[in-house]
């Protein structure tokens, strides 16, 4: 027989059990049920992060009066990085207000209402209910306007070539034009100027030729070589737009030049200031093809420059070259177009070497580099201390580099640094969609620092274009 009693007991016991534990329930948070559920899971699963994180970043134009699009960041979550890249003529960047996603529990400092200088970089710090806090940098890339000046002809008058013969000689409002001597020579003269000139020159001859010449000065000038080949090399190497030797303090500012042999060769010219350089299909031969070299020369300063080859009509080597000298910085530039199989964007070589001056080091920023075919940036053969921050590269050449000269030597590398004296680095850089994706740096152990990225495209920086005003004399 069935004891009834005692089923009814025990359901009994169950029901007053079952009671207490719904009251227990009931007078239980949900946060303390989740406590308590974390608690019981075992050790690997016992921990959840707490959510400290930017999810977006933005800079709105519907927020922030003259600028013409949206700014888009792109959250680099591992190094805690936001980039953003600004285009200075739409907006005073020094006050923008930024629309900054983050969890609801979470705060921010500096608070997003709150318009920020992003002309540098700028630290957010997030902060969770429980306290958490995790920085974030916000790094800006500043894209110049293009500089536009306003055209002249009016009072520029027609010349000759012109021999300096005193210090402080002042050439200006000329339009040289020259096939059998350089367009303007200068030797042993300081304090020269040379101020709204255009000069075109041709034969075994240069635009501007000096020597000991220190204190020189050329500004708002337009130099070309007027009878170049349709494309290819010009006869030999000796026809650059501008060159000079042993002089000091050399300020080059707002000059254009085009098809010379090399646009830009200095000789142990100490301390030159090169500012807002406009250059066009530099045509070599070998050794020259460069915007700008640097040869025994000590320090030096070119920012704010451009230079556009087109492979099928440039005769390139190094876009720029630093050889045999050191100290040189070289910023805010963009340089399209290399169609040298053994030349680089920027080459610093043979600091340590005979002959050379300045000892080694070398900086090169904020400069964008375009359809490269041997490399980007190297340190070289003796050189170190170069430093290679903020530099952007795509549209890499592999294979064919056209007109005949065959395939990259280097099988289209990025940054380099064989037989160098090391400290070399590589900082914040990028390079979308290499050709050769497997050959961005070598060797890496001559590198001390290697930090770029790939994952992300840009919009290049604008070249210089420069139209030559009547500046008046002074």
Same mark, same amino acid.
């Given at each position: 027989?069935?004891?009834?009693?005692s089923?009814?007991?025990?359901?009994?016991?169950?029901?007053?059990v079952s009671?207490?534990?719904l009251? +227990?329930?009931?007078?239980?948070?949900?946060?303390?049920?989740?406590?308590?559920t974390?608690?019981? +899971?075992?050790?690997?699963?016992?921990? /959840?992060?707490?959510?400290?994180?930017?999810?977006?970043?933005s800079?709105?134009?519907?927020?922030?009066?003259?600028?013409?699009?949206?700014?888009?960041?792109?959250?680099?979550?591992?190094?805690?990085?936001? $980039?953003?890249?600004? %285009?200075s003529s739409?907006?005073l960047?020094?006050? =923008?207000?930024p629309t900054?996603?983050? %969890?609801?529990?979470?705060?921010?400092?500096?608070?997003?209402?709150?318009?920020? %200088?992003?002309?540098? !970089? *700028?630290? $957010?710090? /997030?902060?969770?209910? !429980?306290?958490?806090?995790?920085?974030?940098?916000?790094?800006?890339?500043?894209?110049?306007?293009?500089?536009?000046e306003?055209?002249?002809?009016?009072?520029?008058?027609?010349?000759?070539p012109?021999?300096?013969?005193?210090?402080?000689?002042?050439? !200006?409002?000329?339009?040289?034009?020259?096939?059998n001597?350089?367009?303007? !020579?200068?030797?042993?003269?300081t304090? /020269?100027?040379?101020?709204?000139?255009i000069?075109?020159?041709?034969?075994? $001859?240069?635009?501007?030729?000096?020597?000991?010449?220190?204190?020189?000065?050329?500004?708002?000038?337009?130099?070309?070589?007027?009878?170049?080949?349709?494309?290819?090399?010009?006869?030999?190497a000796?026809?650059?737009?501008?060159?000079?030797?042993?002089?000091?303090? =050399?300020v080059?500012?707002?000059?254009?030049?085009?098809?010379?042999?090399?646009?830009?060769?200095?000789?142990?010219?100490?301390?030159?200031?090169?500012t807002?350089?406009?250059?066009?299909?530099?045509?070599?031969?070998?050794?020259?093809?460069?915007l700008?070299?640097?040869d025994?020369?000590?320090?030096?300063?070119?920012?704010?420059?451009?230079?556009?080859?087109?492979?099928?009509?440039?005769?390139?080597?190094?876009?720029?070259?630093i050889?045999?000298?050191?100290?040189?910085?070289?910023?805010k530039?963009l340089?399209?177009?290399?169609?040298s199989?053994?030349?680089?964007?920027?080459?610093?070589?043979?600091?340590?070497?005979?002959?050379?001056?300045?000892?080694?080091?070398?900086?090169v920023?904020?400069?964008?580099?375009?359809?490269?075919?041997?490399?980007?940036?190297?340190?070289?053969?003796?050189?170190?201390?170069?430093?290679?921050?903020? +530099?952007?590269?795509?549209?890499?050449?592999?294979?064919? =580099?056209?007109?005949?000269?065959?395939?990259?030597?280097?099988?289209?590398?990025?940054?380099?640094?064989?037989?160098?004296?090391?400290?070399?680095?590589?900082? %914040?850089?990028i *390079?979308?969609?290499?050709?050769?994706?497997?050959?961005?740096?070598?060797?890496?152990?001559?590198?001390? /620092?290697?930090? $770029?990225?790939?994952?992300?495209?840009?919009?290049p920086?604008?070249?210089?274009? =420069?139209?030559?005003?009547?500046?008046?004399?002074?």
């Open positions: 027989m069935v004891n009834l009693f089923i009814n007991s025990n359901l009994i016991s169950l029901l007053i009671l207490t534990i009251e +227990l329930i009931s007078c239980s948070s949900d946060h303390d049920i989740l406590s308590e974390v608690i019981n +899971l075992p050790p690997e699963e016992s921990g /959840v992060a707490p959510i400290v994180r930017i999810f977006d970043f800079i709105q134009s519907a927020d922030n009066e003259g600028l013409k699009s949206d700014i888009i960041g792109v959250i680099d979550e591992e190094k805690k990085i936001i $980039y953003i890249q600004i %285009d739409s907006t960047i020094e006050e =923008l207000t900054v996603a983050i %969890d609801r529990e979470s705060t921010i400092e500096p608070n997003t209402d709150t318009p920020q %200088d992003f002309s540098d !970089e *700028v630290t $957010y710090t /997030v902060t969770n209910v !429980e306290g958490a806090e995790v920085d974030y940098t916000v790094i800006p890339t500043v894209v110049e306007p293009i500089i536009v306003t055209p002249c002809t009016s009072n520029r008058q027609d010349s000759g012109i021999i300096v013969t005193e210090n402080n000689q002042r050439i !200006e409002n000329l339009h040289i034009k020259t096939s001597q350089h367009g303007i !020579e200068i030797n042993g003269f304090g /020269v100027v040379i101020s709204n000139c000069i075109e020159y041709t034969g075994a $001859y240069m635009g501007i030729k000096f020597a000991k010449a220190d204190n020189l000065t050329i500004k708002n000038c337009s130099i070309k070589y007027s009878n170049a080949p349709t494309s290819g090399p010009l006869p030999d000796t026809r650059n737009c501008i060159e000079g030797f042993d002089t000091e303090n =050399l080059i500012t707002h000059v254009k030049v085009e098809d010379g042999s090399t646009g830009i060769r200095l000789d142990q010219c100490d301390a030159s200031v090169l807002f350089i406009e250059g066009h299909n530099m045509r070599g031969p070998f050794p020259r093809g460069q700008v070299q640097y025994k020369c000590i320090g030096g300063l070119l920012e704010n420059f451009s230079v556009i080859n087109d492979t099928e009509i440039a005769w390139t080597e190094d876009n720029i070259s050889y045999k000298s050191a100290g040189q910085q070289i910023k530039g340089i399209i177009g290399n169609n199989p053994t030349g680089v964007g920027v080459m610093f070589e043979d600091q340590n070497t005979e002959g050379a001056r300045g000892g080694t080091g070398g900086l920023e904020d400069v964008d580099f375009l359809e490269m075919g041997n490399g980007v940036a190297s340190s070289v053969e003796g050189s170190g201390n170069v430093t290679f921050n903020r +530099l952007r590269a795509k549209q890499i050449i592999c294979g064919d =580099l056209g007109q005949g000269r065959g395939q990259p030597g280097s099988n289209s590398l990025i940054f380099a640094a064989f037989d160098t004296s090391g400290g070399n680095k590589i900082i %914040d850089c *390079v979308y969609e290499s050709c050769n994706p497997t050959n961005i740096v070598w060797p890496e152990y001559n590198f001390d /620092v290697i930090d $770029y990225r790939n994952d992300i495209d840009f919009e920086r604008s070249a210089i274009v =420069l139209d030559f005003a009547c500046l008046p004399s002074n």
